[in-house]
């Protein structure tokens, strides 16, 4: 009898284990689902702010204007044949000595184009320290972003002059239940990086047009007042 209750006890206790596995592993299947999901919804994101920018420089003909001088606080811009290029500088000074500069940090970003649509986004983070003698800097290719998706966005790491990644593209960085470091990426880093530079890019568009706005409307008071004397 003894060894029939042995017997059922194991039996129970392999029912219950076997239960609170399966729930367990429903568990980690649904938030896998939802950090799939999440990710998703973040692409959608990325996109809106690559479009975004893309409407930008089609809709205030970026590319056509060659005389761009009001520009945002530690903020400079250039045009090739092919892209913008917009870069933010921010600067450490020395404690001790503020005329010196202890550390410069930037973020930048290329923006390909023709005018009308764009082609390619590349990116870098730097960081340069003036008195180690080291640069830190992440570069950021994303070779499609108007197309939903971000799988094919590479990085390119250097920290303190070496080498640690290159070339890595986002689907291949870890994104378990644990370790959310790719949905991390691109809630935390890509869409704020896009909004600012959506933001100062709209900034200067606008600015230009209000400044050529404004001439415009001086010249005509101008003409206007001339009349009044023959």
């Not at 429903?26 to 990325?46: F, H, M, R, T, Y």
């Not at 600012?196 to 001439?215: H, Q, R, S």
């Amino acid at each position: 009898m003894r060894k029939f209750y042995l017997i059922l006890f194991i039996i129970v206790s392999m029912i219950i284990t076997a239960g609170v596995f399966s729930q367990e592993t429903k568990k980690d299947s649904l938030e896998s689902e939802a950090l799939v999901n999440e990710g998703k919804q973040l692409d959608q994101e990325i996109l809106t702010f690559c479009k975004r920018i893309e409407e930008t420089v089609s809709k205030y003909k970026l590319m056509s204007l060659k005389d761009i001088r009001l520009l945002p606080y530690q903020v400079s811009y250039s045009q090739g044949n092919d892209y913008i290029y917009i870069e933010k500088h921010f600067f450490i000074k020395d404690d001790l000595v503020p005329s010196k500069v202890r550390i410069k940090k930037l973020k930048a970003i290329k923006i390909f184009t023709n005018g009308t649509t764009v082609s390619r986004f590349e990116s870098v983070i730097r960081e340069e320290n003036y008195y180690e003698n080291t640069v830190s800097e992440v570069k950021i290719s994303d070779p499609s972003p108007t197309a939903l998706g971000s799988d094919d966005i590479m990085f390119s790491y250097i920290r303190e002059n070496k080498v640690i990644l290159h070339d890595k593209q986002l689907s291949q960085v870890k994104n378990s239940t644990a370790f959310p470091i790719q949905n991390q990426l691109k809630r935390e880093f890509y869409i704020p990086h896009l909004m600012y530079f959506y933001d100062v890019l709209l900034n200067i568009a606008e600015t230009y047009y209000k400044g050529m706005k404004d001439v415009d409307s001086t010249m005509t008071e101008f003409l206007k007042d001339s009349t009044k004397y023959y």
